[in-house]
């Protein structure tokens, strides 16, 4: 008899020791002698880890524990997926073993409440771990049989929702290896494959598909040095049938099964949850369910393509490479298939988990053939995966690119997709926040520093600055030629608000930098630009004035006078971009000499070096562009009334202000323009997107009224119908 509301359990297949159990749960819940009624059935579902629900008193929980018997090594790791969970539930932090060590953002995954752990074999024979039981919904027919094309439709949307949740967490720490996940997940498989052959050979025993083994492994091996690493939280067994649904929202409460998590490339869980695109939908139920010949759009599932698509724009990374997710979805059966085989080798010793172990053997032949014919596909048929608009910097136009430029191109886009396209959203809500609180000019979101420290650890800093060793003995910069760094310019012109300034590569301290780097003294360098090249001050440039043509730098009229001990400005700019900034202390003022000499047009101009908080400084109003004030960046009007600064100030000496101006244009033009291309691709997608979208909605009205009709006319008779 099934305990009430439950569903899916049956008596134990794989009895527990119910004396010891009782013990340990009247230890660990403090309930000794209180004769707390106990109960315990297994669930029917799952292949790998033994599964109860227990029932103890009023408390209803779920028991994982490893199976009985030889299992081989680094199988069934209940302790690790025991630790996941708590981690995700609890605290926040991620890491495995050094958790607490490393903060991280706090997390939405839904998993249960973890309630212990026992590694004490004496207890239940072997590791096990309780968690809270969550009910809901679990689902294990991809085609969700006894449901509308609608309620399909949010499932799967649902799944898409709690993996990009999961993917967008930072993997810092321990809790697993960054690089190369791809070389050890085949790695680790291979090893259980042939150490659960050997277990057969030995029992005389032969499972078959020996030429499709060795095409899926000849196939893996030889494409994993050419897949790309990517980096983030994997759950690696990311399915339907490992989560629970509400009982009656089409919302995820509880993600399970977290034994085989690490850090890896997101692709391999979205490759997990469409693998069963593939999978004939006449595979045996009692093993696995298919969709490879359902009518996906009469069901309302979303296609793989979709998924595909819809995972892509939800964490705002560009589209799939066809290689890469070949790849992944060959690597996944080849997992599945050893995973089976297990199963089938547990059998053998008399100690599988599930009562359809015997039907393990075809489910394996199957998933090694699929395997081994993605690999050999030569191309996937799907719109998502072809659909890539990026440029490829390394043929582009056939321009000479390095290697070294491609590399610190591929990493660029890599952090951009990971983690400052995913944030734009966050620094707009954190902007909106400061606003809301009277603070916009007082203070920087939060995002934007902890993106710059992340981006400044990884390498990806002050990109557009020839190497230069500053007074402070430390070298700042990179080795691109214009081509090389104009490409990451159109990438950071994507999120043109937010990822300039994340890898200090945002005017207008980009100009200001060049200019100090190659005409300031060891003096200036030290004092302004080493702080600026470490990111901790901003800086603007004040060169336009209101009622004069300032594209020309000889029509500046704010004067520069000359005394014994410094120089005197008076004068006001406007449109002075990033003089609202809490954090600029730096004005580089272009100025006009005072002087009864006759000087060239071109020899009249003098670049002074102002701290902002010097005495005459006065910020005012904000400008507005395009009716935004821009804050807390801004451009704003500045006066300068009798500003004195030392003779020390000026750069390159006077006179020779033009002469810096067009040293400090040249490269600018170029990321300009190239960060507004970036711009208006982003733009064009988005607008495509809501054209198609637009398009799609009013194909579907039409085809909802068009079958309403239909439905009518079959139900009432095309007279009534008519009414």
């Known amino acids: 008899m099934e305990p009430d509301g439950v569903a899916d359990v049956e008596p134990m297949r ?176 291979t090893r259980q494959y042939n150490a659960q052959m050997a277990v057969l050979v030995q029992h005389k025993i032969a499972l078959g598909g020996e030429g499709d083994v060795k095409a899926v492994s000849d196939y893996l091996h030889g494409a994993v040095g050419s897949i790309p690493d990517e980096s983030c939280i994997v759950h690696g067994d990311f399915r339907l049938d490992n989560v629970i649904f509400h009982p009656t929202e089409p919302r995820i409460v509880a993600l399970l099964d977290w034994e085989l998590s690490t850090v890896g490339h997101p692709l391999a869980d979205v490759a997990t949850l469409c693998s069963f695109y593939r999978v004939p939908a006449t595979t045996s139920p009692q093993m696995v369910h298919g969709l490879a010949n359902r009518n996906l759009p009469l069901l309302g599932i979303p296609t793989e393509a979709h998924v ?6 939800r964490m705002l990374r560009y589209p799939v490479v066809d290689a890469t997710w070949r790849f992944y979805l060959s690597l996944v059966f080849f997992r599945l298939a ?12 008399g100690n599988a988990s599930s009562a359809h172990a015997g039907a393990a053997k075809d489910c394996y032949l199957l998933f090694i053939q699929l395997g081994a014919a993605i690999g050999h596909e030569g191309g996937y048929n799907n719109d998502a995966l072809r659909n890539n608009n990026m440029v490829n910097p390394s043929v582009f136009m056939g321009l000479p690119l390095s290697p070294h430029a491609l590399q610190v191109y591929g990493k660029l886009q890599r952090f951009c997709d990971a983690r400052v396209f995913p944030s734009e959203s966050v620094h707009v809500a954190e902007l909106a926040a400061l606003k809301d609180a009277g603070r916009a000019w007082l203070e920087v979101p939060p995002i934007v520093e902890t993106l710059k420290a992340e981006a400044k650890a990884l390498g990806l800093w002050n990109l557009f600055l020839t190497k230069v060793t500053l007074p402070n003995g430390v070298t700042y910069g990179e080795t691109l030629t214009n081509v090389e760094y104009a490409l990451m310019c159109e990438l950071m012109g994507r999120c043109v608000t937010l990822a300039p300034e994340v890898f200090n590569c945002a005017a207008p301290d980009t100009g200001n930098m060049e200019i100090l780097s190659r005409f300031g003294t060891s003096e200036q360098q030290r004092r302004w630009l080493v702080p600026l090249c470490e990111g901790k001050i901003r800086s603007c440039f004040a060169m336009t004035e209101r009622y004069v043509a300032s594209s020309d730098a000889t029509n500046v009229c704010t004067q520069v006078e ?115 291309i970036g711009m208006a691709e982003r733009c064009m997608e988005l607008m495509v997107m809501q054209l198609v979208e637009q398009v799609e909605d009013d194909i579907c009205a039409a085809r909802l009224l068009t079958l309403h009709a239909a439905h009518e006319m079959d139900t009432k008779g095309n007279k009534a119908a008519a009414q």
Not at 50 to 71: D, H, S
Not at 338 to 349: D, K, P
């Open 338 to 349: 050893v995973i089976l085989q297990g199963v089938y080798a547990r059998q053998v010793l």
């Open 14 to 189: 794989q009895p527990l020791d119910l004396v010891r159990l009782r013990s340990y749960l009247e230890k660990h819940f403090a309930m000794m002698g209180k004769n707390v009624g106990l109960s315990v059935h297994q669930f029917k579902h799952g292949q790998s880890n033994p599964t109860y629900l227990v029932e103890f008193g009023a408390q209803r929980m779920v028991l994982r524990k490893q199976p009985a018997g030889n299992i081989l090594p680094s199988a069934h790791a209940v302790d690790r997926e025991y630790r996941v969970m708590e981690v995700l539930l609890v605290t926040g932090m991620m890491p495995l073993l050094t958790w607490l060590q490393q903060a991280l953002q706090t997390t939405a995954v839904p998993v249960p409440r973890m309630v212990a752990f026992c590694n004490d074999p004496s207890v239940l024979g072997t590791p096990f771990f309780l968690m809270e039981y969550v009910p809901g919904r679990v689902f294990k027919d991809p085609s969700l049989p006894n449901m509308t094309p609608m309620e399909r439709y949010a499932i799967y949307h649902a799944l898409i929702d709690v993996l990009a949740t999961l993917h967008a967490l930072d993997p810092l720490g321990d809790f697993g290896k960054a690089r190369e996940y791809g070389q050890r997940v085949l790695r680790t498989w």
């Open 308 to 313: 595909v698509r819809t995972y892509c724009k």
């Open 562 to 676: 000359r005394c014994d001990d410094g120089y005197v400005i008076n004068g006001d700019k406007w449109y002075i971009s990033g003089a609202g900034d809490p954090r600029c202390q730096l004005i580089i003022v272009m100025g006009k000499i005072k002087s009864t000499e006759i000087l060239s047009p071109f020899r009249q101009q003098s670049m002074i070096l102002v701290p902002i908080d010097t005495p005459g400084v006065s910020l005012k109003r904000p400008m507005h562009v395009f009716g935004y004030d821009d804050a807390p960046h801004g451009h704003l009007e500045v006066s300068f009334r009798n500003v004195k600064v030392p003779l020390t100030s000026v750069l390159l000496g006077d006179g020779r202000g033009f002469e810096i101006a067009q040293a400090r244009l040249g490269p600018g033009r170029i990321h300009h323009c190239m960060r507004a």
